[in-house]
């Protein structure tokens, strides 16, 4: 498998879903991803769910706040 990011080569790892209770950290389980070894960059179906979860995220909360301010941006009328 080649990195989108850099065209390096990937391996494929574990990535562990951490939970933290009362000071304790528990190991919640784990996942299948490739990281590259060049970049760095990590690849995966969760790594990338959560991205556009984030991504989604960001997105309303700007038009809010702009909609908010009462500037929408070009093009869009309140």
Not at 10 to 32: H, S
Not at 53 to 59: D, F, G, L, P, V
Request: hydrophobic share 35%.
């Amino acid at each position: 498998m080649e990195c989108i990011r850099c065209h390096g080569f990937m391996v494929k790892e574990r990535l562990y879903d951490l939970l933290e209770n009362d000071g304790q950290v528990y190991a919640a389980g784990w996942r299948w991803a490739h990281r590259c070894v060049a970049c760095g960059s990590v690849f995966g179906w969760v790594v990338e769910q959560n991205r556009e979860m984030a991504r989604h995220t960001i997105t309303a909360d700007k038009r809010t706040r702009n909609t908010e301010a009462g500037t929408a941006g070009p093009g869009v009328n309140l």
